[in-house]
Every structure is written in C-alpha cells, then in structure tokens.
C-alpha cells in the first residue's frame, strides 16, 4: 500500500480495524488510492450503483471481493463488526487442511491475506449495520438510512453459535461462559467444567480439558454421543470426564462468576445443581439470514438453497460460504464459492455489454 502519510492519513496496521467505519476506495481521475474514515454512526459517500454488494468479509465475502475486483467490477463490501475476517478470528487452533497452509491459528491465516487485500481495489466498509434489504430492487439499506444499490449481491454472512437461551447464559458471558477451550486451556487448569452438547465439537474440547480440569461433565439430549468415533472411545472411561445423556442444562448459577450449573435428567422429578467453575456451550451452529429469510428459498435447518453457480432463488442474489452449506462449511469450500459467484456475475456483466 502507498505511504498514506501523504494523504493526511496513518499507516493502516493489520488486521484491518478502526472505531469507526472505514472505506478502501479508488480516487476518480488520478488511479491513486485515498482511505476515508467516519465515526460510527456517520454517513458514508456512496455511488449510486455498483456491480456488486457482498454482505460479509469472512473468508467467502473476503474471496469473493478480490475475485470480483480482478475482474473489474465495482464493489462493496459491508461488514457489521469493526474488522474483517469473521470467523477466522474465532479459530484458536491449528489450519492444517487448507491447501498450502499450515498456520496456527484463524488470525495468523487472515495475515497471509493482507498483501492481497491491502493491493485491492474495492470497496469495503466496516461497522456497517443493515436495516433492510430489497432482493428484487438490489437494494440495501443501511441503519444510517443511506441507500445502496447494485446489479447483483453476494451474500456471506456465515453462521453463529446456538444458545441454550436459559438463565445466566447472557448474564455470565466472559465471565465463566467459554468462547473457546483452546485459547483459554491454560486459565482453567485446576477448574471443574461443564460442557454441554454431544457432538465432534463437544467431545474435542472435553479430550482437550481432561488433561488439565479435575471434571469435566459433558451434558447432552441425546441417548449417545453424535461425535465421532475415535472422540468417543477416548472419553468412555477416561478418569476426568463424566457423561450426562438425556439431560438438559437449565439454569447457569452464581454471583459475579459462573459457580455452578442446574442439570435436568430424563424422568427425574426435579433438576439438580453441580459445582462448576466455566461452561462451554456447544449445540450446532445456525445460519445467520434474518435478513433475508422471508425473500429466498432455504433448505430445512435454515440455510440459503443455492445452484451450482452459488445463485440463491431471487436472480442475480448470490449465497457462498456456510451460510449456503450445511454439509460441508470449510475455509476452502468457502473461498471456491465466493470464486464461482464472482465469476458468475463477471460472465452475465460482459454478456450485456
């Protein structure tokens, strides 16, 4: 990137992030790249028209934006949170299974993309919140009441984590409640944890914490575990690790920080609680399409329906990324697919020229 310095601006420090909303865009008339950054809350200047609107700068949203800018379409990328990367920034292990790469955790894999993205052209603005969008029309409409308007839209807004949506869940976020078992393994060494779920994701971070927690209790519905295989096998017997099935968590108990956590076992007439120091909730994922769930077709749990070509029912709306595929929601899965549809809508572009 050119030395801003020039430009009244500082130098832009990786990964992207500022208070405010920020916009990367192209200087009419000069080729020069200009940086405009506006308080949160503030408008920003907008064309009227873009080839592309990309709702999201996960790794899909992120693909798609540097496909879409090689081959010369005007586009905008609208992100919610203050930096990009999605949920690149909520992977704490290790990224073996992207071709290439052997990196240790989602931020250091986001690192590798900075030359590229910093080299681009297109737009993209952070912090970013939509009011509504108008599939038909092309049409988004922001919560600053600025109105944007394109030929196509891309979305990858991902998936979110389930709640368990009981007492004390909301309440004791970050403060007993777990993100990630990975990141914070060495803070809990000497604790009693509760895990709740029974699939690879539960069963992987209950292996994980058996080596340093005294307990950990894993509660799940189920009548088995649905993990795999060679997770189960490991869990059965082992000496730190207690299995609830059938059973329900209902109630996350305590003052300042989680002490405990009320379980509800099939048939038994009331719950009972179990001393734990941290919880850590994992019950699936759901697709994040509020937005617009009520103007495309979705499949049973949720997700965007999409063709081969990444195109959702509304024509020209486009869906990659998790938010489109509940079997198999990769990194690689998810950068292929914001390739697809920016090739896509690159072929319909040049064909109306």
């Given at each position: 990137?050119e030395?801003?310095?020039r430009q009244g601006?500082s130098q832009?420090?990786?990964?992207l992030?500022?208070?405010?909303?920020?916009?990367?865009?192209?200087?009419?008339?000069?080729?020069?790249?200009k940086?405009?950054?506006?308080?949160?809350?503030?408008?920003?200047?907008?064309?009227?028209?873009h080839?592309?609107l990309?709702?999201g700068?996960?790794p899909?949203?992120?693909?798609?934006?540097?496909?879409?800018?090689?081959l010369?379409l005007?586009?905008?990328?609208?992100?919610?949170?203050?930096?990009?990367?999605?949920?690149l920034?909520?992977i704490?292990?290790?990224?073996?299974?992207?071709?290439g790469?052997?990196?240790?955790?989602?931020r250091?894999?986001?690192?590798?993309?900075?030359?590229?993205l910093?080299?681009?052209?297109?737009?993209?603005?952070?912090?970013t919140?939509?009011?509504?969008?108008?599939?038909?029309?092309k049409?988004?409409?922001?919560?600053?009441?600025e109105?944007?308007?394109?030929i196509?839209i891309i979305?990858?807004t991902?998936?979110r984590?389930?709640?368990?949506?009981i007492?004390?869940e909301?309440?004791f976020?970050?403060?007993?409640?777990?993100?990630?078992a990975t990141r914070?393994?060495?803070?809990?060494a000497?604790?009693?944890v509760?895990?709740v779920?029974?699939?690879d994701?539960?069963?992987e971070?209950?292996l994980?914490?058996?080596?340093v927690?005294?307990?950990?209790?894993?509660?799940?519905?189920?009548?088995t575990l649905r993990?795999r295989?060679?997770f189960?096998?490991?869990m059965?017997g082992?000496h730190?690790?207690?299995?609830?099935?059938?059973?329900?968590?209902?109630?996350?108990?305590?003052?300042?920080q989680?002490?405990?956590v009320?379980?509800?076992?099939?048939?038994?007439?009331k719950p009972?609680?179990?001393?734990?120091?941290?919880?850590?909730?994992?019950?699936?994922?759901?697709?994040?399409?509020?937005?617009i769930?009520?103007q495309?077709?979705l499949?049973?749990?949720?997700?965007?329906?999409?063709?081969?070509e990444q195109?959702?029912?509304?024509?020209?709306?486009?869906?990659?990324?998790?938010?489109?595929?509940?079997?198999?929601?990769?990194?690689s899965?998810?950068?292929?697919?914001g390739?697809?549809?920016?090739k896509?809508i690159?072929s319909?572009?040049?064909k109306?020229?």
């Open positions: 990137m030395n801003l310095a601006c832009i420090k990786w990964p992030s500022f208070a405010g909303s920020w916009r990367l865009a192209q200087r009419p008339g000069n080729g020069t790249r940086i405009e950054l506006a308080l949160a809350g503030s408008n920003h200047t907008s064309d009227s028209m080839d592309v990309i709702i700068a996960g899909a949203g992120l693909a798609a934006a540097l496909w879409c800018d090689e010369g005007d586009t905008l990328v609208l992100e919610q949170a203050e930096t990009v990367g999605g949920q920034l909520s704490y292990s290790r990224i073996e299974n992207y071709p790469v052997n990196v240790e955790n989602g250091e894999f986001l690192e590798l993309w900075s030359t590229k910093e080299a681009a052209e297109f737009d993209l603005w952070t912090n919140t939509i009011e509504s969008v108008d599939l038909k029309a049409r988004v409409v922001l919560q600053s009441g109105q944007l308007q394109s196509s979305f990858a991902g998936v984590r389930r709640q368990l949506g007492p004390g909301t309440e976020a970050g403060r007993g409640i777990l993100d990630s914070d393994r060495e803070q809990l000497g604790k009693d509760c895990i779920g029974g699939g994701a539960a069963a971070n209950a994980l914490l058996a080596d927690c005294p307990t950990v209790t894993v509660v799940h519905r189920g009548r993990a295989r060679e189960t096998e490991q059965v082992h730190s690790i207690t299995i609830f099935p059938e059973s329900l968590v209902t109630r996350i108990l305590g003052k300042t989680v002490e405990a009320e379980i509800l076992r099939k048939d038994a007439l009972f609680q179990m001393a734990v120091q941290s919880v850590l909730v994992r019950i699936g994922v759901e697709p994040n399409t509020e937005l769930r009520e495309v077709n499949g049973e749990n949720g997700y965007v329906i999409v063709n081969s195109e959702t029912s509304v024509a020209n709306v486009f869906a990659i990324g998790d938010v489109a595929n509940p079997l198999a929601p990769t990194i899965g998810a950068t292929g697919a390739a697809t549809a920016a896509v690159a319909r572009l040049n109306r020229k």
